[in-house]
């Protein structure tokens, strides 16, 4: 069972910067490819990033493209979500996930086996 914790979360004004933190307190991500999920009220989770363990792969999600960096440090154990720009819209919780295998297999939800327990972000003025 992989255990993931979410962390950086956090109220800021729009066209603010926020990094988002994804750790396994007791399992190693470097052999794991790491998804990065939302989920607003009343809305469907929405795939966000994920970046593959083997080659680097990275995909992102349209409404993300050119203001939000997803990257791994497997010295610190995690994967960071670096979000720039940010919008009213990019408000959610935010989850980091994984199906257990090296390689993104896109960014479909019930793709993937384990999950964090969410960290809210909250863009508002």
């Known amino acids: 069972q992989v255990q993931l914790v979410e962390s950086g979360g956090a109220l800021v004004q729009p066209g603010e910067s926020l990094r988002l933190s994804c750790t396994a307190p007791?399992?190693?991500?470097?052999?794991?490819?790491i998804a990065w999920f939302r989920q607003a009220p009343g809305k469907e989770r929405e795939g966000v990033s994920c970046?593959?363990?083997?080659?680097?792969?990275?995909y992102y999600a349209d409404s993300v493209k050119g203001r939000f960096t997803i990257s791994r440090d497997d010295a610190k154990n995690t994967v960071y979500l670096q979000m720039n720009s940010l919008k009213p819209e990019d408000t959610a919780i935010y989850y980091c996930?994984?199906?257990?295998?090296?390689?993104?297999?896109?960014?479909?939800?019930?793709?993937?086996?384990?999950w964090g327990q969410g960290t809210q972000v909250t863009v508002s003025s």
């Open positions: 007791a399992f190693s991500l470097e052999y794991l490819v």
């Open positions: 970046i593959s363990s083997n080659d680097g792969t990275i």
């Open positions: 996930a994984t199906d257990g295998s090296v390689s993104c297999p896109g960014l479909y939800s019930r793709a993937y086996h384990y």
